[in-house]
């Protein structure tokens, strides 16, 4: 335990500048990331758009530009040169709630939208704010946090995806709609990365589930398709022999906890393209 005290300190001194700013940065929602980069469209007819936060948007997969941090790299744009929709809107935007999907992200759906997908729900519970407490404080204040953000997406998520879907519903009624939701940080087996224990680690593996389910269940009570990525990033967590999520440092710190490259074309890419059905293949 002194160790894991020590490093937890060291780290902190190391990182509380960088880390807590870029982490806010890179997930939490600010009006000005979530509206200020036109999204790219291409053609009139079998559009797809997608939409969401920062798992969408392809922050940590490399090559992300922008406001919006979106990446050509992210599975959406991998989806999109692979199957050459009439149009493409890609939306996601870094930071982004789900109140910033209905706001900001639905004017490139239309009639001839035809498939749209769509990760969000993180920020609404303020997963940001519970990853900076989880890296940089005690584990006290960590299991405080993740207490907080449950109760949230009990109490407060289920209303808020409901008024999203709907918006998405009322721009494109006759689209394919596919949910994602977001993979474990963590495996199994003791990761003994310093700064995040290993009961932390498996408590936020749990909130994770908790997440995934309540989006699951309001997708389907709107007739979506979830896709869940937690069995396909399964062996490729943070601290595994090929992790496809990045740990915290000084050189990840605006990108921490996201999908790598891999993890975008490798874990959420298949799930999109299965999710989206024969009609999309």
Excluded at 41 to 56: I, T
Excluded at 71 to 84: E, F, K, V
Aim: proline share 4%.
């Amino acid at each position: 335990m002194t160790r894991t005290i020590g490093l937890r300190h060291r780290l902190a001194v190391t990182l509380a500048g960088p880390l807590s700013l870029l982490l806010a940065c890179a997930a939490t929602t600010t009006a000005h990331a979530a509206t200020a980069e036109p999204s790219a469209k291409v053609g009139a007819v079998g559009g797809y758009a997608a939409l969401g936060d920062s798992f969408a948007s392809g922050v940590g997969a490399g090559r992300a530009g922008g406001d919006c941090r979106r990446s050509s790299l992210a599975h959406p744009a991998l989806w999109a040169a692979g199957h050459h929709p009439g149009q493409f809107d890609f939306a996601a935007c870094t930071g982004a709630t789900s109140a910033d999907v209905t706001a900001k992200q639905l004017s490139g759906l239309d009639r001839g939208t035809t498939l749209v997908s769509i990760t969000v729900g993180g920020n609404d519970v303020g997963f940001a704010d519970v990853m900076r407490t989880c890296t940089l404080s005690s584990e006290s204040a960590c299991l405080e946090s993740v207490a907080r953000s449950e109760k949230a997406v009990d109490h407060d998520l289920p209303g808020k995806l409901d008024a999203a879907y709907r918006a998405v519903k009322g721009k494109a009624a006759h689209a394919r709609v596919v949910v994602l939701g977001y993979p474990h940080l963590f495996g199994r087996d003791a990761c003994l990365m310093g700064p995040v224990t290993v009961r932390e680690q498996s408590v936020l593996n749990a909130a994770a589930d908790h997440l995934n389910r309540v989006t699951r269940d309001r997708a389907r009570a709107h007739g979506y398709v979830f896709a869940d990525v937690t069995a396909a990033f399964a062996g490729h967590e943070i601290c595994s022999a090929d992790p496809w999520i990045h740990a915290p440092s000084l050189l990840t710190a605006d990108v921490a906890y996201h999908p790598t490259e891999e993890g975008q074309r490798e874990g959420y890419l298949p799930a999109l393209t299965t999710a989206a059905g024969p009609g999309h293949a």
